[in-house]
């Protein structure tokens, strides 16, 4: 069955968390003594309704407040097809929260309060998804029901949001929009009658329309070795094969492969999956590969085929999510980890700060405070190889650790 990862986004009180709570309720994945949960706390509240952000917000201050503060994983299914909704707080002072939660993610719901229109945070929220180069980005504008069900209304956000969807810069990106109200279910599972003038689909139908494709596909195929195989065993005493997850394309038996970055040669011999072989191993699959010249491979080189060599250098320019309490400067050192690799680096400049209203950038002043996004070059104490994000998100992306205390300080998206 397919998975569909799905990051959400939106304001304090837009209702993000009764959408999610209402999507679990109308596809039935709310066990009985969760509902029961529900209702009980519902009623202790003087609610005539059932307060479904209860469903997600699991930290008592998420409760307490009426806000996302951490990232949540909630996971449904319907016959079709299985979800994992990253629920991701939308505060400026959690951004990296939201950019860790939609990291993976294969679709995007920006909420909007049909009262409010877009704002300030809508602005952050589409530049993030457009950071992360994010293909389907579906417009919710929730409460409908506050606006008297307004066609007027809904096609004022809708104008709002296409002229900032004009700004993006990733041409791919597909956006949708829905009218709902969570709290009514309108167009979340079921359609409704309260909004005649809307003929398109619901929010689950057009999430079941979404083609499920693994966010590491598209570009040209990497292998990085996550470990050689070497069985201790008189049957295979000679076995040699190298273990990772395919990226980006597809590998097949004789293809023509290049190791870094020794720049070694040699050909696929054979594909494994447990005990059995293959002639081709696509994105996303998880293999063995034996190949037919032995070679010093080790754990944090990867395959590429021949003719699709990645660069390979010592500085590097990206964008980086700061995620640290303490300011990023220039001449600290931190360890890229970049895919399976590990190498020590040193900031060296601090180009800029992105403004996340897509209005350009501003002077850095030598540093990167928490949560901001900035341009910044990275000296490497020895080369890797890599590609830009656009082009192959899992080889462009890389996190920065925290040399002494090895916790992440950044994420960053190669340029």
């Known amino acids: 069955m397919e998975v569909l990862k799905i990051a959400t986004a939106g304001s304090v009180d837009d209702g993000k968390s009764t ?75 959690y951004t990296r929260n939201m950019v860790t939660g939609a990291s993976t993610s294969q679709a995007a719901i920006i909420l909007i309060d049909a009262r409010k229109g877009v704002i ?45 969807n004009l700004k993006s810069t990733y041409a791919e990106q597909r956006v949708s929009y829905i009218p709902v109200s969570a ?23 057009h999430l079941e329309h979404l083609e499920a494709a693994d966010v590491y596909e598209g570009g040209q195929v990497r292998f990085p070795i996550q470990t050689v195989i070497r069985p201790k065993t008189e049957e295979y005493h000679d076995f040699r094969g190298y273990a990772g997850k395919v990226y980006g394309g597809s590998l097949q038996v004789g293809d023509s492969v290049t190791v870094l970055p020794s720049l070694t040669q040699s050909r696929i011999k054979e594909i494994y999956f447990f005990d059995q072989t293959y002639q081709e191993a696509v994105a996303g699959s998880s293999v063995n590969i034996t190949l037919e010249d032995d070679i010093n491979i080790a754990r944090g080189d990867m395959l590429v085929k021949t003719d699709e060599l990645p660069k390979i250098e010592k500085e590097i320019r990206a964008t980086v999510c700061w995620m640290d309490n303490k300011q990023l400067q220039p001449g600290t050192k931190y360890i890229v980890q970049h895919s399976t690799n590990k190498v020590l680096s040193k900031i060296d400049t601090i180009e800029s700060v992105m403004t996340t209203d ?58």
């Not at 030598?366 to 990275?378: D, P, Q, T, W, Y």
């Open 358 to 415: 897509f209005s350009g950038q501003i002077e850095a002043n030598g540093k990167l405070a928490l949560n901001e996004i900035g341009e910044v070059r990275i000296k490497l104490s020895k080369p890797i190889y890599y590609d830009a994000y656009k082009d192959n998100k899992y080889n462009g992306a890389f996190i920065l650790l925290d040399a002494h205390t090895n916790a992440t300080a950044a994420v960053g998206f190669i340029n």
């Open 183 to 205: 709290l009514n279910g309108d167009n979340v599972a079921a359609k409704t009658d309260a909004m005649p003038w809307y003929n398109g689909d619901t929010l689950l139908e």
């Open 120 to 164: 300030e945070q809508t602005y952050r929220h589409f530049f993030i998804n457009n950071l992360l180069r994010i293909k389907n980005v579906i417009v919710a504008v929730n409460k409908m029901d506050l606006v008297d069900y307004s066609e007027a209304a809904f096609e004022a956000i809708k104008r709002d949001f296409e002229a900032l």
């Open 19 to 93: 959408l999610i709570g209402r999507l679990l309720y109308d596809t039935k994945s709310l066990t009985d003594d969760k509902l029961e949960a529900i209702k009980k706390s519902s009623e202790q509240r003087g609610y005539d309704y059932l307060d479904f952000s209860l469903a997600t917000d699991g930290l008592v201050a998420e409760r307490e407040q009426g806000i996302t503060i951490d990232v949540a994983h909630i996971y449904f299914s319907t016959p079709n097809k299985s979800y994992i909704i990253a629920d991701t707080p939308g505060h400026v002072e």
